[in-house]
């Protein structure tokens, strides 16, 4: 049957318009082929300032080496799940880095950080229990509260109090609050010393998201609790990590008290009912997590180019939410202008795609430019100067 006349069809094709209607279509677009952070898209040399590869570690000869040589000696594939005969040497070894790295009694990697998210919530809670949850928190971990049947109650960004008066007032035999460590689209980071005292004050379990924080917050980019001096409650705090972001690679993680690690081991169905992750991947975060240490200047410079350009952002009087890091989101409104100034920016060759919803809530539509340690300090000067020329094309 020709698409048209499908009926099924024909009510996927109207809301697709609809949507393009709004201004809220989207595509796959392909980026590359790269070198550093210069690319090709759509047939134009870019300076790209989107994406997470914070450290530029997804280009670093070191990881590929690593990935290349266990493909080698172990395979590409794990040929089952964890529980099955999926965990490997590689595995347990990486797990025990992982624990180390957070400071935490234990670790538990998985495929990727949107599957820990959905373990460490749906695994750790069900009917009768409670989710606390911000309402910027990210999809992943809104998923894993609706796939957890718990009770799930939202608090306004950031209200540590909200959150607080939330735990005390509700019922739940086990109680979770969950915040993104460091907020994806508005790069801020949380209340984390508050929220862990809401915690504690409740008998609750504080879960932290640090998938933006792993890397890149903290001396040695260990992670929210780092950044906060709050290393040494790496055993009460179940952090849930990415690889695929600052660290190059790929998957996520959970460290946290033995109690919870054992817990999803019995309970995560996203753990147990996927194929273990290969060993080219363990083998990439194994090594990004020495490389974090021996080249700490990657984490400096990403600091000190994200300085640079909110400065000048600032002295171009553009709206920029948030006050530190590699996320610099830029503040437009509603879609269309947005969608004009991503344009205009793509034209000038520099590429940093809109944000619309559902990604950010309506009218919070936004530039979100990143910064790398790959980027050089000239670059963040194009950027501005990029943005500047596009903002005054579309009239903004
Ligand atoms: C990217 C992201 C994830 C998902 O991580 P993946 O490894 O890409 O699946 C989870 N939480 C937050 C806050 C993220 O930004």
Same mark, same amino acid.
């Given at each position: 049957?020709?698409?048209?006349?499908?009926?099924?069809?024909?009510?996927?094709?109207?809301?697709?318009?609809?949507?393009?209607?709004?201004?809220?279509?989207?595509?796959?677009?392909?980026?590359?082929?790269?070198?550093?952070?210069?690319?090709?898209?759509?047939?134009?040399?870019?300076?790209? $300032?989107?994406?997470?590869?914070?450290?530029?570690?997804?280009?670093?000869?070191?990881?590929?080496?690593?990935?290349?040589?266990?493909?080698?000696?172990?395979?590409?594939? /794990? &040929?089952?799940?964890?529980?099955?005969?999926?965990?490997?040497?590689?595995?347990?070894?990486?797990?025990?880095?992982?624990?180390? +790295?957070?400071?935490?009694?234990?670790?538990?990697?998985?495929?990727?950080?949107?599957?820990?998210?959905?373990?460490?919530?749906?695994?750790?809670?069900?009917?009768?229990?409670?989710?606390?949850?911000?309402?910027?928190?990210?999809? /992943?971990?809104?998923?894993?509260?609706?796939?957890?049947?718990?009770?799930?109650?939202?608090?306004?960004?950031?209200?540590?109090?909200?959150?607080?008066?939330?735990?005390? &007032?509700?019922?739940?035999?086990?109680?979770?609050?969950?915040?993104?460590?460091?907020?994806?689209?508005?790069?801020?980071?949380?209340?984390?010393?508050?929220?862990?005292?809401?915690?504690? &004050?409740?008998?609750?379990?504080?879960?932290?998201?640090?998938?933006?924080?792993?890397?890149?917050?903290?001396?040695?980019?260990?992670?929210?609790?780092?950044? +906060?001096?709050?290393?040494?409650?790496?055993?009460?705090?179940?952090?849930?990590?990415?690889?695929?972001?600052?660290?190059?690679?790929?998957?996520? +993680?959970?460290?946290?008290? #033995?109690?919870?690690?054992?817990?999803?081991?019995?309970?995560?169905?996203?753990? $147990?009912?996927?194929?273990?992750?290969?060993?080219?991947?363990?083998?990439?975060?194994?090594?990004?997590?020495?490389?974090?240490?021996?080249?700490?200047?990657?984490?400096? #410079?990403?600091?000190?180019?994200?300085?640079?350009?909110?400065?000048?952002?600032?002295?171009?009087?553009? $709206?920029?939410?948030?006050?530190?890091?590699?996320?610099?989101?830029?503040?437009?409104?509603?879609?269309?202008?947005?969608?004009?100034?991503?344009?205009?920016?793509?034209?000038?060759?520099?590429?940093?795609?809109? $944000?619309?919803?559902?990604?950010?809530?309506?009218?919070?539509?936004?530039?979100? +430019?990143?910064?790398?340690?790959?980027?050089?300090?000239?670059?963040?000067?194009?950027?501005?100067?990029?943005?500047?020329?596009?903002?005054?094309?579309?009239?903004?």
């Amino acid at each position: 049957m020709a698409a048209a006349t499908h009926p099924a069809l024909a009510v996927l094709q109207g809301r697709l318009s609809r949507m393009a209607e709004q201004g809220l279509a989207r595509a796959l677009r392909p980026v590359g082929p790269a070198t550093g952070p210069r690319v090709q898209v759509e047939g134009r040399q870019c300076l790209l $300032m989107a994406g997470n590869d914070y450290l530029g570690l997804s280009r670093h000869p070191e990881l590929a080496r690593a990935a290349a040589e266990a493909a080698r000696k172990l395979g590409t594939g /794990s &040929g089952a799940s964890r529980l099955v005969s999926g965990t490997l040497d590689c595995h347990a070894r990486l797990e025990q880095d992982l624990a180390r +790295f957070k400071g935490a009694p234990a670790a538990l990697y998985l495929a990727t950080g949107y599957m820990t998210n959905l373990a460490a919530v749906a695994g750790l809670v069900g009917p009768g229990d409670l989710v606390v949850s911000d309402e910027l928190n990210h999809a /992943s971990i809104i998923d894993a509260c609706r796939l957890s049947r718990a009770r799930v109650l939202v608090y306004p960004h950031r209200d540590h109090r909200a959150a607080a008066r939330l735990l005390a &007032g509700h019922p739940g035999q086990v109680k979770l609050l969950v915040s993104d460590g460091v907020f994806s689209m508005d790069g801020d980071l949380a209340p984390v010393p508050e929220l862990l005292a809401a915690a504690r &004050g409740a008998g609750a379990l504080l879960v932290l998201d640090d998938a933006h924080a792993t890397g890149v917050w903290g001396e040695r980019g260990r992670g929210s609790l780092e950044h +906060f001096g709050l290393e040494s409650a790496a055993g009460e705090v179940v952090v849930v990590g990415t690889c695929s972001k600052a660290l190059g690679g790929m998957g996520g +993680f959970v460290t946290g008290p #033995r109690e919870v690690i054992d817990t999803l081991v019995h309970r995560a169905r996203s753990l $147990m009912y996927t194929t273990a992750p290969p060993p080219p991947q363990v083998a990439v975060v194994a090594e990004a997590l020495r490389l974090l240490d021996r080249e700490p200047w990657r984490r400096q #410079r990403v600091h000190q180019l994200s300085r640079r350009l909110r400065q000048g952002l600032a002295r171009g009087g553009f $709206m920029v939410l948030s006050g530190e890091g590699p996320i610099v989101p830029v503040l437009v409104g509603e879609t269309e202008p947005t969608l004009a100034l991503a344009l205009a920016l793509w034209r000038r060759g520099v590429y940093a795609p809109a $944000m619309r919803p559902p990604t950010v809530p309506p009218g919070r539509c936004r530039i979100r +430019f990143t910064v790398t340690a790959a980027h050089q300090p000239g670059d963040m000067d194009l950027a501005l100067e990029a943005l500047a020329g596009a903002a005054r094309e579309v009239g903004l």
